[in-house]
């Protein structure tokens, strides 16, 4: 049930993109809103930013409001929101009839404020060939914006041993 | 001024009154729509589609005529009454004839007291209308708090089952000795949730919407094929067709924000209901066929009221509470209903509820039936039927047969 009610936005993205979109072209406050409550922890963080002038690291005024401009300015709301209607439609193709095992080298980092900690074993059951697990001091959902230098860190880290052809 | 009126239980005479610039600004937003392109398919399965839309805001830019809405309201009596700290507006129309039995209906979302408008007149004067001076009703109609012409509650807490105290009390103050009640969709849960409560005076209830099956089906029989329709309906609603649902039980504000600031993405919001009415709708507005009530300006008159009263986001509170309410009651049973029930099935409703899941609901079932017409919002779509189905309905307690 918990599941359930955390999924207000995929739920409407992914069975009805149309609807949801005339909100998202036509009011830029209504497209801001709905970009803004995605996750708790960056939520949190982005209100932060706006309401106490305190962004945590990269979540800045200016870089969110570069993100919905863009949105804005491309009309994307819509087909942004298909994509997961399209996952939808996917995700139930794939339970009838699954995808074979990945073989090529995975590599993994969990951020602390992520929407979940994927332990290393969850992570090992979807990718047998697991190469790199790790767990990052700081960031959350939108890592890579918030934490650029960690996130480098963690791919260069991550494909360090698959630079060289005899990784392979 | 009166000193001897108490402003606690005062009731006020209530007309509509919209400023022509409210009706300017939203000609003028609908001119200025930014539209997303063409849905990728050619049915409803990614939402409302923009040939419906598109034709929706043309006709309401340029043809619905914005003075009937005012017109409509204001012919009835329409009063208002704090109550519990909310300005509960309602309509109250007393038939001509003195023993009819008083009936307080509660529509649901995305309705208003619109969508009951037209049942007023063969309820309450059923002897113009093909019915008898003794099925007469009295009718009353209230706004559920934070929709329509009612305020917004200013605290969290009004679930259905508050709502259903303060209709007791407003049918109380009404002075209403025996009354009945009835509702679907949201006005179904107000319904439910006055039959458990169980308030002195009120000796019966209609609904067409069996809402306990829509949150859990598990104690309820699946053999028969009617049953197994009937879940196999619930089960195709919410898996395509309850985001909506989903996202105003969770997150009322964010959906709001878009709800007051663009007329079209309310219109679409509140037309992506259920696959039925809003194929019906579409076609009142794409080829100008329109099924039994649900016409282009009764679609936008309600619209249109949502719009003018700022109440999108209010209103999908109203699931957020709902949701707080369902946690609450898990694994708490409410009083057992004892007064006698009464239901329709709608043939185009989300799922036709069989008589058995019924009877398992409301052991008091007094009167079943399975009407030919009308879906979802049947007293909008068939007015005339809907009356008939009210008038056999508490027909078993009229003149204090039933105790």
Redesign the interface.
């Given at each position: 049930?918990i599941a359930?009610?955390?999924?207000?936005?995929i739920?409407?993205?992914?069975?009805?993109?149309?609807?949801?979109?005339?909100?998202?072209?036509?009011?830029p406050?209504?497209?801001?809103?709905?970009m803004l409550?995605h996750d708790a922890d960056s939520y949190e963080k982005i209100s932060r930013a706006f309401l106490d002038g305190e962004p945590s690291g990269g979540l800045t005024r200016d870089t969110v409001l570069d993100n919905i401009t863009l949105y804005w300015l491309t009309?994307t709301?819509?087909?942004t929101s298909?994509l997961y209607?399209e996952t939808g439609r996917g995700a139930k193709a794939a339970f009838k009839d699954p995808p074979p095992h990945v073989k090529l080298p995975v590599a993994y980092t969990v951020f602390p404020d992520e929407l979940f900690q994927a332990p290393r074993h969850w992570v090992k059951h979807a990718y047998h060939n697991l190469v790199y697990y790790n767990e990052a001091p700081k960031g959350g959902h939108f890592a890579a914006w918030e934490e650029p230098e960690i996130f480098s860190q963690e791919m260069r880290a991550a494909f360090a041993s698959l630079r060289n052809e005899d990784a392979a | 001024m009166s000193a001897a009126v108490d402003s606690r239980t005062e009731i006020r005479s209530f007309q509509v009154d919209i400023p022509e610039a409210n009706i300017d600004d939203l000609r003028r937003r609908i001119a200025t729509t930014r539209w997303p392109s063409k849905e990728l398919v050619d049915d409803r399965s990614q939402g409302v589609q923009l040939a419906t839309l598109k034709a929706l805001a043309d006709y309401w830019a340029t043809e619905y005529d914005f003075g009937r809405l005012n017109e409509r309201l204001n012919s009835l009596p329409q009063f208002t009454a704090e109550i519990d700290g909310v300005n509960v507006h309602f309509i109250q129309v007393r038939s001509q004839h003195e023993d009819a039995l008083p009936l307080i209906m509660t529509h649901g979302w995305p309705g208003s007291v619109v969508e009951l408008l037209d049942v007023i007149g063969p309820l309450t004067d059923p002897t113009a209308h093909g019915g008898k001076a003794e099925e007469a009703f009295h009718v009353v109609l209230p706004s559920l708090p934070g929709y329509g012409l009612s305020s917004e509650p200013a605290e969290v807490g009004w679930y259905t089952g508050r709502v259903a105290r303060a209709w007791a009390e407003l049918m109380h103050r009404l002075g209403y000795a025996r009354y009945v009640a009835q509702g679907g969709d949201q006005g179904a849960a107000v319904t439910d949730d006055l039959a458990h409560q169980g308030p002195d005076g009120l000796v019966g209830v209609h609904m067409n919407l069996l809402r306990a099956a829509l949150g859990n089906t598990s104690n309820l029989p699946s053999q028969t094929e009617e049953e197994k329709a009937a879940l196999e309906e619930i089960g195709t609603f919410r898996t395509s067709g309850f985001g909506y649902f989903l996202e105003q039980s969770t997150r009322p504000q964010t959906i709001g924000y878009a709800l007051l600031d663009s007329p079209v993405a309310l219109a679409a919001w509140m037309l992506d209901h259920d696959t039925d009415s809003y194929y019906k709708i579409a076609g009142a507005f794409v080829d100008g066929q329109p099924t039994g009530g649900l016409t282009r300006d009764r679609v936008l008159d309600n619209i249109t009221l949502y719009w003018l009263t700022a109440t999108g986001a209010s209103a999908a509170r109203s699931y957020w509470e709902g949701g707080q309410a369902a946690a609450r009651a898990v694994r708490k049973t409410p009083p057992a209903v004892t007064i006698p029930v009464g239901f329709t099935t709608f043939p185009g409703e989300i799922f036709r509820a069989p008589r058995s899941w019924v009877e398992t609901l409301y052991p008091t079932l007094v009167y079943f039936n399975e009407a030919e017409r009308g879906g979802h919002f049947a007293a909008w779509e068939e007015p005339q039927l809907f009356a008939e189905e009210l008038r056999a309905a508490f027909k078993p307690v009229r003149n204090g047969r039933s105790s």
């Amino acid at each position: 049930v918990i599941a359930i009610f955390m999924r207000g936005y995929i739920s409407e993205m992914g069975e009805h993109p149309q609807t949801i979109g005339y909100s998202l072209l036509d009011s830029p406050v209504g497209l801001a809103a709905w970009m803004l409550d995605h996750d708790a922890d960056s939520y949190e963080k982005i209100s932060r930013a706006f309401l106490d002038g305190e962004p945590s690291g990269g979540l800045t005024r200016d870089t969110v409001l570069d993100n919905i401009t863009l949105y804005w300015l491309t009309s994307t709301g819509a087909s942004t929101s298909r994509l997961y209607w399209e996952t939808g439609r996917g995700a139930k193709a794939a339970f009838k009839d699954p995808p074979p095992h990945v073989k090529l080298p995975v590599a993994y980092t969990v951020f602390p404020d992520e929407l979940f900690q994927a332990p290393r074993h969850w992570v090992k059951h979807a990718y047998h060939n697991l190469v790199y697990y790790n767990e990052a001091p700081k960031g959350g959902h939108f890592a890579a914006w918030e934490e650029p230098e960690i996130f480098s860190q963690e791919m260069r880290a991550a494909f360090a041993s698959l630079r060289n052809e005899d990784a392979a | 001024m009166s000193a001897a009126v108490d402003s606690r239980t005062e009731i006020r005479s209530f007309q509509v009154d919209i400023p022509e610039a409210n009706i300017d600004d939203l000609r003028r937003r609908i001119a200025t729509t930014r539209w997303p392109s063409k849905e990728l398919v050619d049915d409803r399965s990614q939402g409302v589609q923009l040939a419906t839309l598109k034709a929706l805001a043309d006709y309401w830019a340029t043809e619905y005529d914005f003075g009937r809405l005012n017109e409509r309201l204001n012919s009835l009596p329409q009063f208002t009454a704090e109550i519990d700290g909310v300005n509960v507006h309602f309509i109250q129309v007393r038939s001509q004839h003195e023993d009819a039995l008083p009936l307080i209906m509660t529509h649901g979302w995305p309705g208003s007291v619109v969508e009951l408008l037209d049942v007023i007149g063969p309820l309450t004067d059923p002897t113009a209308h093909g019915g008898k001076a003794e099925e007469a009703f009295h009718v009353v109609l209230p706004s559920l708090p934070g929709y329509g012409l009612s305020s917004e509650p200013a605290e969290v807490g009004w679930y259905t089952g508050r709502v259903a105290r303060a209709w007791a009390e407003l049918m109380h103050r009404l002075g209403y000795a025996r009354y009945v009640a009835q509702g679907g969709d949201q006005g179904a849960a107000v319904t439910d949730d006055l039959a458990h409560q169980g308030p002195d005076g009120l000796v019966g209830v209609h609904m067409n919407l069996l809402r306990a099956a829509l949150g859990n089906t598990s104690n309820l029989p699946s053999q028969t094929e009617e049953e197994k329709a009937a879940l196999e309906e619930i089960g195709t609603f919410r898996t395509s067709g309850f985001g909506y649902f989903l996202e105003q039980s969770t997150r009322p504000q964010t959906i709001g924000y878009a709800l007051l600031d663009s007329p079209v993405a309310l219109a679409a919001w509140m037309l992506d209901h259920d696959t039925d009415s809003y194929y019906k709708i579409a076609g009142a507005f794409v080829d100008g066929q329109p099924t039994g009530g649900l016409t282009r300006d009764r679609v936008l008159d309600n619209i249109t009221l949502y719009w003018l009263t700022a109440t999108g986001a209010s209103a999908a509170r109203s699931y957020w509470e709902g949701g707080q309410a369902a946690a609450r009651a898990v694994r708490k049973t409410p009083p057992a209903v004892t007064i006698p029930v009464g239901f329709t099935t709608f043939p185009g409703e989300i799922f036709r509820a069989p008589r058995s899941w019924v009877e398992t609901l409301y052991p008091t079932l007094v009167y079943f039936n399975e009407a030919e017409r009308g879906g979802h919002f049947a007293a909008w779509e068939e007015p005339q039927l809907f009356a008939e189905e009210l008038r056999a309905a508490f027909k078993p307690v009229r003149n204090g047969r039933s105790s």
